[in-house]
Each structure stands twice: as C-alpha cells, then as structure tokens.
C-alpha cells in the first residue's frame, strides 16, 4: 500500500478516535480556511457556494480526507463483491461438491439471490461500521438518521420525471452525434434461468430492492457525503456520478464494455445526488433507484 495511503488512514484514525474522546484538533497551520463553518476543514479546491447548497453544505459532518473517502468506496465495493462470491463458491462445495461451481452459479436463482443479499448486506454493513465505529458518527452523517417523510415520496416523483426526460435527451444526442454506439443492448443482470414464480420472485427481489439499499448507503450516503463535507456540490456530485457510473458499467451479450449502461447509471446519479442534497436523506434517492430497476427489470424480462 502506498505510504501515503499508510499516512492519511493512520491520522483519520487518530482524529476520528480523538473527536470519540471529546478532544478537539487545532487546526494546522497549512490547512485552509473552512468553507463549511459546522462541519470541519474546507479545501482549496472546494468551489463557491452560495444560498441553499451552503446551507447544505453545513449539515455534512466530516468523514476524512476527500481521497482517503473515495479509497475506502473503492474497498467497501470489491471487497463485498468478492467475499460475497467466495462465501457462495463454499457453500456450493460444501453441499453440492460434485457439481459444477460456475454452471450453478450461472442456472441457479436462489443462488444469485444469495450472493446478492450478501454483497448487498456486507455494503451496507462495512459502510456503516466505518461510519459509527471508526468515525464515530451517527447515522444522520449517511442520510439514515429520521424516518421517511411524505416530501421523499413526492420528491423522489419529480426525481424521476427529471431523471427520464435526461435519458430522453441524451439517447436523442447520443443517435446524433455517436450514431454507432449500441443503446439497444442489454446489461448482463445474471438471472437468466428463471423456471419457476420463486425464481422471478428472487430475481425481483436482488434486482430492485435490494440494490437501492446497499448502492445508495455506501454511494450517495458514504461517498457523496464524505467529499460534500469538504467540497462544492458540482465536483461532489461528477465525483461521485463517475464512480456510480465506471461501477455500473458492466458488459453485454457480446461481452464488449456497455457504455450505454454507464452513461445511464451517470444520468441516475446526478439525480439521485441532487435529491440526497436536496432531503438531506437517502430515502428519496432510494426510491427513484428502486423505480429505475424496476423497469429496467420490466424491459429485460419482458
């Protein structure tokens, strides 16, 4: 790991345990003057903000170092989806030793649902940990700390009205000005045997609820969140829209890269970003993902 690296999570650990103990940090004499007054540091790169966003700004507590936030994304999210396919590998040798490993995991329903809850489930819960055990913060500094409102709901309508008039927009730029890249092919979702209502239960289950729950606490709870603390709302938001949007990315049933899938999921986030700034919760962005997966799951199972 690289020293730097080795650096910042020594001292984030430090400060996070220090804040724990009702200690307060000087503030060093090379660091910037704040831009958030409540919540910690400003940076140089942290843009202007003006009337509501500055307001906003305010309610994001400090979650670490910009780079040091986006270094434990990246972790949190490989590092769940590969324990979730090696708990899956064990337990397939363990009860079914004489089968083939890759086919059940490509033919079997209730084993995909599996690995998704998982995946999903060690999202949500390293996410938190790193927020309440590590960083001593509540729930509130992801967007989870009060109850749905009504306003989420009808918030999260609007989100959606806005998020489909830009895919709208952009497949009409994209057949003009990048008339060869493919928007017709689907995403690789998995599920692809589905011979029973379980199976279409299960697969419904891991592609539309489960995804919004794990996707948006560790994305626009974590990551947006954590950046927002110490920058403007644009270069929180593109930051966090790229990482959502490279995640998404995903491959076709040619196998090529489907960038399409990207640049929808990109679309999304700026969406879903807007409405995490804007509640100052996840339940509204929660609520349009959920919508997006579910016609997508319409249109892929059709």
């Known amino acids: ?5 080795v650096k910042l999570i020594v001292k984030e650990g430090k400060n996070a345990l220090g804040d724990a103990e009702g200690g307060t940090r000087p503030p060093a004499a090379a660091e910037e003057p704040s831009v958030s007054g409540e919540h910690g540091r400003g940076v140089a790169w942290s843009g202007r903000t003006h009337g509501f966003f500055r307001s906003s700004q305010r309610r994001h507590k400090d979650l670490g170092n910009p780079w040091l936030v986006v270094l434990i994304t990246f972790v949190i999210f490989f ?6 396919a090696i708990i899956a590998a064990l337990g397939l040798a363990i009860f079914k030793p004489d089968a083939s490993i890759t086919s059940i995991l490509n033919q079997s329903a209730p084993v995909q649902f599996f690995y998704v809850l998982v995946a999903e489930g060690l999202v949500f819960g390293l996410t938190i940990a790193v927020v309440k055990k590590w960083r001593q913060l509540k729930l509130s500094a992801v967007g989870l700390g009060r109850l749905p409102r009504w306003s989420d709901f009808t918030k999260a309508l609007g989100g959606a009205a806005v998020f489909y008039a830009l895919l709208i927009t952009s497949s009409v730029l994209i057949s003009i000005f990048i008339p060869d890249l493919d928007t017709d092919e689907l995403q690789d979702v998995g599920f692809d045997a589905l ?18 729950i794990g996707e948006e606490t560790l994305m626009r709870g974590y990551l ?14 593109l930051i966090t829209s790229v990482f959502f949007g490279v995640a998404h990315l995903g491959t076709g049933s040619s196998g090529a890269p489907l960038w399409i899938a990207g640049i929808n999921t990109f679309l999304l986030s700026l969406v879903l970003v807007y409405l995490r700034e804007r509640t100052g919760a996840l339940y509204a962005p929660m609520l349009v993902h959920a919508a997006n997966n579910l016609i997508a799951f319409g249109i892929h199972f059709r």
């Open 79 to 84: 590092v769940s989806q590969f324990a979730a």
């Open 224 to 237: 947006y969140s954590g950046l927002r603390a110490r920058m403007g709302f644009i270069y929180a938001m």
């Open 1 to 5: 790991m690289p020293v730097f690296i």
């Open 195 to 212: 011979n029973s209502s379980l199976d279409t239960l299960l697969a419904f289950t891991a592609l539309v609820f489960l995804p919004p």
